[in-house]
C-alpha cells in the first residue's frame, strides 16, 4: 500500500519557539492532506484540510495563524506550530489523499513536547 | 457526515473471536465504512472497508445489514497484539470533500 511519512517522529522544543512537522506521501501523488491532533486516550481531531497549491481550510477553533500549514507540492505538506506552549504538547498525525478512488494514507504520527 | 456510535471498551482473550459493532444510522448512500486500527503512539491502520454484505479479507471480515445502519468489524482469534484502538469511519470515499472524521473508538485490551 501507499506511505506517508512524517519527519520528525519526535521533537522536544523550548515555550515560545517554532516547530515545523513534515508529511510526505513516498509513492503516490497527494492531492489532499489533513493535520490531526491527538491527546492522551483521546481520539484524533481533526485540524485542517489543505490541497495543494492553495490555502488550508481550519476546523473551527484551530487557530491559523499558530498552526502554518503549507502544501506546495504533491508530495509534501507541513505543519508549523509557532510560538510553541506547553499545551502544544500533542501527537500530531497527518494523512494523505490520492488517487482516483480517494483512498486515505497516515502517517506514524509526530510527538510534540513543549516545555 | 453520518455520525457513527461504537462501545468505548471491549476485553477479550487470547485465541477468542472479537466482534465489534459500529452504529452510523445517518449513513448516506455513497458512503462507505471503513475500520482503523491505532497502537499507541503511532498513525491509524486501515483494515478494512466495505459498502454492503460481507468483506474479508487476510485480517478481519466486515458485516454490513442490508439497511446499512451498523456494522461489525470481526477479528478471529485474537491475540496480545491486537490490544489497540479501533475506529468505524463513514463517508463517501469517491467524493473530493470526503474528510475522515474520527470518533472515541473502541479500545480492545485482549488478556491472556
Known amino acids: 500500500g501507499a506511505v506517508v511519512s512524517q519527519h520528525p517522529s519526535w521533537v522536544i522544543c523550548k515555550s515560545g519557539t517554532s516547530v515545523k512537522i513534515e508529511c510526505r506521501s513516498l509513492?503516490?501523488?497527494?492531492?489532499?492532506m489533513f493535520w490531526y491532533r491527538q491527546f492522551p486516550k483521546q481520539s484524533l481531531m481533526l485540524m485542517a484540510t489543505s490541497n495543494e497549491g492553495s490555502k488550508a481550510t481550519y476546523e473551527q477553533g484551530v487557530e491559523k495563524d499558530k498552526f502554518l500549514i503549507n502544501h506546495a507540492s504533491l508530495t509534501l505538506s507541513t505543519l508549523t506550530v509557532t510560538s510553541a506552549h506547553p499545551e502544544d504538547s500533542s501527537f500530531y498525525i497527518c494523512s494523505a489523499r490520492g488517487g482516483g478512488l480517494g483512498e486515505q494514507y497516515f502517517g506514524p504520527g509526530t510527538r510534540l513536547t513543549v516545555t | 457526515l453520518a455520525k457513527t456510535t461504537q462501545p468505548i471498551s471491549m476485553d477479550s482473550y487470547e485465541g477468542q473471536e472479537v466482534n465489534i459493532t459500529c452504529s452510523h444510522n445517518?449513513?448516506?448512500?455513497?458512503?462507505?465504512i471503513t475500520w482503523y486500527q491505532q497502537f499507541p503512539s503511532q498513525g491509524p491502520r486501515f483494515i478494512i472497508q466495505g459498502y454492503k454484505t460481507k468483506v474479508t479479507n487476510e485480517v478481519a471480515s466486515l458485516f454490513i445489514p442490508a439497511d446499512r445502519k451498523s456494522s461489525t468489524l470481526s477479528l478471529p482469534r485474537v491475540s496480545l497484539s491486537d490490544t489497540a484502538v479501533y475506529y468505524c469511519?463513514?463517508?463517501?470515499?469517491?467524493?473530493?470533500?470526503?474528510?475522515?472524521?474520527f470518533g472515541r473508538g473502541t479500545s480492545l485490551i485482549v488478556h491472556p
Open positions: 445517518n449513513i448516506a448512500t455513497n458512503d462507505y
Open positions: 469511519l463513514v463517508g463517501d470515499k469517491s467524493g473530493g470533500s470526503y474528510i475522515p472524521t
Open positions: 509513492d503516490f501523488q497527494a492531492t489532499t
